[in-house]
């Protein structure tokens, strides 16, 4: 059995859901009135500017009512200690794991709490609602929209995170639904280049056959569990046993 050096963990909504954000998905999930679907899309920011940015002006308030939960403080912990490499990539567009303390991470579907200028590209830090035409700082175009993916837009640092995929040596799902490419497809990238793939989540998920092992329950009690086990190297994870630097054999 290989020893592990390189992790990846990928975060979705069921981290989060737990700290009391609203995903406005599934049965009955509207917000006023609209599927999150048809407001969090490009055309949707073309025709109706006014309702997407109220969307995310009441999600970045939000953020102020919320606290990290006890998953995202076990992630920042494992950030802290792991010695080898680490990945921690969100769907989540919250800052829950930043406010916990973790650093080793990428927004992959984007930020709240930035802006981004859809005529330059240039990102800046946004904590206040966003009107409509705000100027951008870099190239002072009327232009900064939520930096955030809308369906139908491509993730950001793709090529970052296939990079860290096809060199990781366990790969973690946490409280995600396995039904949004691309990262459904995650878990078979990095098996396909070896690594051993954990899925943590509250149901079984539609990409749970794709996984190694699949743990049920609540993210804030499974995944401090998980943490202590890799921190300590404890039998689940690392047949070897032994407190010693992990994988680096
Ligand atoms: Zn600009």
Redesign the pocket.
């Known amino acids: 059995m290989q020893n592990i050096r390189n992790i990846v963990v990928l975060t979705g909504a069921g981290i989060s859901a737990e700290s009391g954000i609203a995903t406005f998905r599934g049965p009955g999930g509207l917000w006023e009135g609209h599927r999150v679907e048809d407001v969090c899309t490009p055309e949707a920011l073309a025709v109706d500017p006014e309702l997407v940015h109220r969307f995310y002006d009441l999600r970045r308030a939000a953020l102020a009512g919320v606290e990290p939960n006890a998953a995202h403080h076990a992630l920042a912990r494992l950030d802290a200690a792991w010695e080898g490499e680490l990945l921690i990539v969100t769907q989540n567009v919250d800052d829950l794991h930043e406010r916990a303390g973790a650093t080793r991470m990428l927004h992959m579907h984007g930020e709240l709490l930035s802006a981004l200028?859809a005529?330059?590209?240039?990102r800046e830090p946004w904590t206040d609602s966003l009107p409509e035409g705000a100027t951008?700082a870099?190239?002072?175009?009327a232009?900064l929209r939520p930096d955030i993916v809308f369906f139908g837009e491509m993730p950001y640092q793709m090529e970052r995170i296939e990079a860290a995929l096809a060199k990781a040596d366990l790969f973690v799902s946490i409280g995600t639904s396995g039904a949004v490419y691309p990262a459904a497809g995650f878990v078979q990238t990095a098996a396909y280049h070896g690594a051993r793939t954990l899925e943590l989540n509250l149901d079984p998920s539609m990409g749970s056959v794709f996984f190694e092992q699949t743990r049920i329950g609540a993210a804030g009690v499974l995944v401090p569990a998980w943490v202590d086990e890799v921190l300590g190297s404890l039998p689940g994870i690392h047949p070897g046993g032994g407190r010693g630097p992990v994988g680096k054999a």
Not at 119 to 122: F, I, L, P, S, T
Request: proline share 0%; charged share 0%; aromatic share 0%.
């Open positions: 200028c005529v330059c590209g240039a951008c870099a190239c002072g175009s232009a």
